[in-house]
């Protein structure tokens, strides 16, 4: 069962008279329809949307509070690219991260968080009927951005065991229609931390075929364990054929704030800014302020953002080994999801998530969602508190004993 069915189950019918085939061709992504529908059932806990739970940092809050105050100015656009001291800082951070000098005028826009920024990315080089591959289980809304595009998704799967790229089988899916490859790293929604030697094999097939690479750097920041993560813009051979984004939403407690930021070369940002003039104008004002005092202010809440999900990752593995029987599960190594494969055969991914909504009252994500590879699964956040995270297994554990698919 589609999410669009599912819709039309619960009484939602789409008109389309009228309607542009892009628009026809995309639809709303599971992650922000499976609350919907459980705002109707009323009583739920969620493991679904990737929200953490931590409130915005006071020092960010309270220098917003300054501005708004103090600068006469904080209710009016800014300059297109961004505020030209937001993207100073935003150039300098990056600079450190990759080794190498990034100008804050020429390959900075700061966008409406990164959702915009890959939006733009993609719409900037992918055509009608240029495929672009995506390694699934993949992000969803990467799916629905590619239709925009008129581009054609081709799903390639990650490998089974660890979720790691399967670099010879994306050159085996290429053709000539090949354009590009979107890649999030820390990984959403498997929680993959790609190694550094198939993330190199990538870029080296990335310019072997002229290949873009779109780069979801979201949760760069969120690795666990102790693990290096490579990022593919410290590989200065990619420079012009690479395209970044980056947000704010989760290391910082801003998902509200919507603000984040792409990373390219001058000649590709020069047509993305096209889009984001077109599409947004600029980003908010006041939550670039507030995207300045995160960068400029104290990290320790960054710290304390990763040991906390790092404790509910435990939680959330320990809880699902006691349920080993129904599940099975790949420990994740970075962002904060994992994929959980049930053990009910011949139960698609999106009824499976459905009836978990509505007769245990817990919100998931169904794999399908995320690509092919993702069916028999359901996504799993572990963004939310440590006893939001026990009362949804309760609630799964006790579904489970009244065995509901006998």
Known sequence: MSVRSALVASGKVYQTHGISQRVKQISISAIKEMPILANKVGGCVSLGQGIPSFPTPPHI???????????????????????PQLRSAVAEQLSDQIGRAVDPEREICITVGAMEALLASILTVVERG?????????????????????????????LPNDWQLDVEAI???????????????????TGANFVEPALRDLAQLALEHELFIISDETYDFLVYDDQPHFSLTTIPELKDRMIATFSFSKKYAMTGWRVGYVYASEPLLDHIMKIHDAAAICAPTLSQHAALAALQGPQDCVDEIRSALRKR???????????????????PQGAYYLMARYKVPGVDSMEFSLRLLREAHVITIPGAAFGPAGENHIRLSFGGTESEINEAFDRIERWFSTNPFA
Do not use: W
């Not at 809050?61 to 505020?83: F, I, N, Q, W």
């Not at 990752?313 to 420990?331: G, H, S």
């Open 171 to 189: 050159r085996a899916a290429l053709t000539s229609r090949t354009k590009a490859i979107v890649l999030c790293n820390p990984h959403n929604p």
């Open 61 to 83: 809050v309270e220098a917003v509070c300054g501005v708004m105050r103090e600068d006469l100015h904080s209710g009016k656009y800014t300059l297109g690219p961004g505020l």
């Open 313 to 331: 990752r435990d939680l959330t593995c320990k809880r699902l080994d006691q349920m080993n029987e129904f599940f099975d599960y790949v420990k």
């Open 130 to 158: 240029d495929e672009v591959i995506l390694p699934s289980p993949n992000y969803a809304s990467h799916i629905e951005q590619v239709l925009l595009a008129e581009g054609v998704p081709v799903f390639v799967p990650l």
